[in-house]
């Protein structure tokens, strides 16, 4: 089974001591796409923190699906996404950028946080999810 890498595209990926980072290759492919260190003009993007991937989760939830479906992000640049989205220019731009991107990936299924919330590409309204970004794959 494929894992998470600790660098995509020159940012470093950090994971929890919970987190099991061999996952299904739609997710390792998606985050091959979405991210790199020039996301967005004028932000930096060094590291993020995944939170969850195929752990912590019962059935039906996509981290436990398959080979691990789903990936949670918490942290950006080692600032937690729940304290600093809504004050460091930095973060937000990162937050909203990584979700945009993973909207034009072709294997997206969830894409919920604080910049928007969708499944299959519509609005779907879903409890929670403002303070990580969480991404899955069909």
Same mark, same amino acid.
């Given at each position: ?14 994971? +929890? /001591?919970?987190?099991?980072? *061999?996952?299904?290759q %739609?997710? #390792? ?5 979405? !991210? ?15 939170? +969850? /991937?195929?752990?912590?989760? *019962?059935?039906?939830? %996509?981290? #436990? ?5 789903? !990936? ?15 004050s ?20 997206r ?7 928007l ?6 609005s779907f ?14």
């Amino acid at each position: 089974m494929p894992s998470i890498p600790n660098t995509v595209n020159d940012v470093t990926i950090n994971f +929890s /001591a919970q987190a099991n980072n *061999s996952v299904d290759q %739609r997710i #390792v492919d998606a985050l091959n796409e979405i !991210i790199t260190s020039e996301l967005v003009e004028d932000h930096s993007l060094t590291s993020l923190y995944v939170s +969850s /991937a195929n752990d912590q989760h *019962s059935l039906p939830s %996509r981290h #436990v699906q398959g080979q691990g479906k789903a !990936i949670d992000i918490s942290r950006v640049n080692g600032k937690k996404i729940v304290l600093y989205y809504n004050s460091d220019d930095d973060v937000k731009a990162a937050v909203d950028a990584l979700q945009a991107n993973f909207e034009n990936y072709q294997h997206r299924r969830e894409n919920f946080g604080p910049s928007l919330k969708h499944k299959l590409g519509s609005s779907f309204p879903v409890s929670g999810h403002n303070d990580h970004i969480h991404l899955s794959v069909n």
